[in-house]
């Protein structure tokens, strides 16, 4: 008998670790997307043809350039992001509302309208 009571306490505290842990991976996501807020909008630039709307899909930032496919950012640095197959990277100036675009040998600085 005592064993059967230990094991469903042990049960249940793992059952409320587990349901505990999952409540605080969606408060942990919840913030790490609404710390990428700062970067979303649509960013312009004078010697770059087309317009870069970033966009977020829960805690992912998604860059879309006008009239291309989007594709998904990964953080490498704080303000700072990569889509290693198109060798490009942007870096976020929030504070001033400006983005640098990197890609292959190319800078661009961009605006947020």
Do not use: H
């Not at 059952?15 to 996501?29: H, R, Y």
């Amino acid at each position: 008998m005592r064993k059967i009571v230990l094991v469903a306490f042990l049960l249940i505290g793992v059952s409320l670790n587990a349901q505990n842990s999952d409540e605080s991976k969606m408060v942990g996501t919840a913030e790490k997307s609404k710390k990428l807020d700062k970067y979303l909008g649509v960013y312009s630039s004078p010697t770059f043809p087309l317009k870069i709307t970033i966009t977020k899909e829960e805690n992912i930032l998604i860059a879309q350039a006008t009239g291309q496919p989007s594709f998904p950012l990964e953080p490498y640095e704080e303000n700072k992001f990569k889509f290693d197959e198109a060798n490009l990277k942007l870096e976020f100036i929030p504070r001033e509302e400006k983005m640098i675009l990197k890609q292959s040998g190319g800078k661009f600085e961009f605006k947020k309208e």
